[in-house]
C-alpha cells in the first residue's frame, strides 16, 4: 500500500542513497518503510569522535507534517538525551517542519552530540558533568563510545559470522570488533 | 510533453524556414532554375504550387511561470510533477505561492497548514513566517 507519507519516505531513501551526509546512514527496514534504523558516527575531534551509535525513527501516516519519534538504540551520554534513548531537540518537537528528511534529521542530530543545549537538559548528571567538570564528562562519553563499538558487533554479529568464519575464529573477540570500525571510519569518510 | 496533431491544414511559408498555417491553401509560383538543364533550350512557365499539410506533430512544454527550477520542499517532487497525493500533475495540482514568496504544491500546503499543531497559525515551512497566500 503506497500512500503520500511512504511515497515521501521513498524519496527520503533515495536521496541518502545518492546523496550521502558525512557520518550518517539510514534505511527503512525490510517490512516496514515507517520503520527505520539509522547509524550516527560521533564527529570528528569531538569526545564522540569514534563512536557508532545506533538510532531508530518511527514515522507515522501524517509524515512529513509530523516529526518520527526518533530514539537512540545504543546508549547515550548526553545532556539531551533520556535514559531510554529519546532526544530532547527541537527541530523533533516544536521546530518541526515538513521540509525536513531524513538526511536532515540525521544530521542535526549529530551536530547536536558535541553542541549540547545546556538549557533543556534531558541527562541531568550528563548536563552538570558538561558544565562543571568537562574531563569527567568527556570520561563517561569515551565509555559510551566504546560500548557502542561492541553493541555494534553483536548486531551485525550473524552477518559477520556467516562471511568471515574462517578469518574470525583465528582473530581474538577483540580484533574482530577493530576490524569493524574500520569499516565504520571508511564509511563515514566517503 | 503534449503532443497535437493537425491535420489537412495548410502551410505558408513565408520565408525559409519560417512556417505559418493559415485556414486558406497557398499557393505559390514556381520560379525555374537559373541553371536550365538543357543549354539553349529555355521555356517560360507560370504553374503555380499548393502545398497542404497533412500531418503535423506539435511538442509542447509547460511549466508552472512561478516556484522557478525547484522542488516542492514538502513533498519532495518536481513542482511541475504531481505531489504525493495526486496521480497527475497539471491544473489539478498546482502552485500555491505565500506572501514570503515560498511555492509549494496547493495540496501539500493545505495539508501543513490543516495539521493539528499549527492552529489557530500556520507558518511557512521554509522561513516560518506567518503564513499567508500572496496576492495573485
Redesign the interface.
Same mark, same amino acid.
Given at each position: 500500500m503506497t500512500t503520500p507519507s511512504r511515497r515521501r519516505l521513498m524519496r527520503d531513501f533515495k536521496k541518502l542513497q545518492e546523496d550521502p551526509p558525512a557520518g550518517v546512514s539510514g534505511a527503512p527496514t525490510e517490512d516496514n518503510i515507517l520503520a527505520w534504523e539509522a547509524i550516527i558516527f560521533g564527529p570528528q575531534e569531538t569526545p564522540f569522535e569514534d563512536g557508532t551509535f545506533k538510532l531508530s525513527l518511527e514515522f507515522t501516516e501524517e509524515y512529513p507534517n509530523k516529526p518520527p519519534t526518533v530514539k537512540f538504540i545504543s546508549k547515550m551520554f548526553h545532556p539531551n538525551v533520556y535514559a531510554d534513548g529519546s532526544i530532547c531537540l527541537d527541530i523533533l518537537q516544536n521546530r518541526w517542519s515538513p521540509t525536513y528528511d531524513v538526511a536532515a534529521i540525521l544530521t542535526s542530530i549529530q551536530s547536536l552530540l558535541d553542541e549540547p543545549n545546556p538549557n533543556s537538559p534531558a541527562n541531568s548528571l550528563a548536563a552538570q558533568l558538561y558544565q562543571e567538570n568537562r574531563r569527567e564528562y568527556e570520561k563517561r562519553v569515551q565509555q559510551i563510545v566504546e560500548q557502542s563499538w561492541l553493541n555494534f558487533g553483536e548486531n551485525e554479529g550473524d552477518a559477520v559470522m556467516k562471511d568471515e568464519a574462517p578469518d574470525a575464529e583465528d582473530l581474538p573477540a577483540g580484533e574482530v570488533v577493530d576490524d569493524q570500525m574500520d569499516e565504520g571510519a571508511s564509511g563515514s569518510n566517503a | 510533453m503534449e503532443q497535437m496533431q493537425v491535420d489537412e491544414s495548410v502551410m505558408k511559408v513565408e520565408e525559409p524556414g519560417h512556417v505559418t498555417i493559415s485556414n486558406d491553401s497557398y499557393e505559390m509560383e514556381t520560379t525555374t532554375g537559373t541553371q536550365p538543364p538543357h543549354p539553349g533550350v529555355h521555356l517560360e512557365s507560370k504553374t503555380r504550387l499548393q502545398i497542404v499539410v497533412k500531418k503535423l506533430h506539435v511538442c509542447g512544454e509547460w511549466k508552472w511561470l512561478q516556484g522557478g527550477e525547484d522542488t516542492c520542499?514538502? %513533498? +519532495?517532487?518536481e513542482f511541475e510533477s504531481a %505531489?504525493?497525493?495526486c496521480k497527475f500533475p497539471g491544473d489539478d495540482c498546482p502552485l500555491v505561492l505565500g506572501t514570503c514568496r515560498h511555492a509549494f504544491h496547493r495540496h %501539500?500546503i493545505e495539508?501543513?497548514i490543516a495539521?493539528p499543531?499549527n492552529q489557530p497559525k500556520a507558518q511557512c515551512?521554509?522561513c +516560518?513566517q506567518d503564513w499567508q497566500v500572496a496576492e495573485p
Open positions: - | 520542499g514538502i %513533498c +519532495r517532487m %505531489c504525493n497525493i %501539500c495539508k501543513w495539521a499543531t515551512p521554509l +516560518r
